[in-house]
């Protein structure tokens, strides 16, 4: 068994956690936030078995789009003090870690 940790952008949270139940795979949703824009971000745990998990990472995959969006250069850059125009940058899309799982117990 695996557990996948799965950081996507609020924008994509419901749609996941839609397709997620429809493929029958059972998350748990937190509210996060993100380090480099501080966005709101949704972490999904899921537990899968083995032969799971690259069903589970599609499902992510084909749910959670990268998209750009305009920052101003001083959030993006502190080095462009004084600099207000802004910088496009890529967002979105989703960061997965899988780990192992020695032990799952349900009560």
Request: proline share 4%.
């Amino acid at each position: 068994m695996k557990v996948i940790l799965a950081i996507v952008q609020d924008k994509d949270s419901q749609q996941l956690q839609t397709h997620l139940i429809k493929g029958d795979f059972r998350a748990t949703r937190l509210p996060s936030t993100g380090g480099f824009l501080k966005a709101g971000n949704s972490t999904f745990i899921i537990g899968v078995e083995d032969d799971k998990v690259d069903d589970a990472l599609e499902v992510i995959k084909k749910t959670c789009h990268t998209r750009t969006q305009y920052v101003t250069s001083t959030f993006a850059l502190p080095e462009a003090a004084g600099i207000n125009d802004p910088v496009e940058v890529e967002v979105g899309g989703a960061t997965c870690f899988i780990l192992p799982v020695d032990k799952f117990v349900r009560f």
